[in-house]
């Protein structure tokens, strides 16, 4: 399960890219920073949870409205009206899996089950292009509780993006 997850990140940053040359230096490169974006380097423990992104098909306007938690289609049809929804989305079934609408900028890392509630580990990357609408699909939980962490940018300081 932890390898989908880090193969989902990889999906993440690629999505991300945009422009040719894409996200500027290793995310690891700012050594003052701290490690990588995971579960473990925020101090969250519980089940880290299978997530697949899913780019938005009308590309969008990000919302700066930070993470939103989609418990139900009424809840896709409000978040992405008029058939902006991907695809796959018509295929969650919310008595298994729930959504998460965000951007890719920053871009989600983790999501992990606390026993409680949902926390989902965002980081900021150095891109070229403006942060675009994604749907990622949690599987395997029905918790109806989203909390949002941070992580602190690792980037080049500063970001130079083409």
Do not use: K, W
Request: aromatic share 2%.
């Amino acid at each position: 399960m932890r390898t989908a997850l880090v193969l989902c990140v990889l999906a993440i940053a690629a999505m991300g890219c945009g422009g040719g040359s894409g996200v500027v230096a290793d995310a690891g490169a700012d050594a003052d920073a701290g490690g990588p974006c995971t579960p473990e380097s925020q101090a969250i423990s519980g089940t880290a949870l299978t997530v697949e992104p899913h780019e938005v098909p009308t590309g969008g306007v990000c919302v700066a409205t930070g993470l939103r938690l989609l418990t139900s289609v009424g809840d896709v049809d409000r978040e992405l009206p008029m058939g902006s929804a991907p695809a796959a989305l018509a295929g969650v079934d919310f008595a298994l899996d729930r959504v998460i609408v965000g951007c890719s900028n920053p871009t989600l890392q983790f999501v992990v089950d606390d026993g409680t509630e949902l926390v989902a580990g965002e980081e900021m990357l150095c891109q070229g292009r403006a942060p675009a609408p994604v749907a990622y699909i949690v599987r395997a939980t029905t918790r109806s509780m989203l909390r949002s962490v941070t992580c602190p940018y690792r980037g080049p300081t500063p970001c130079l993006a083409p």
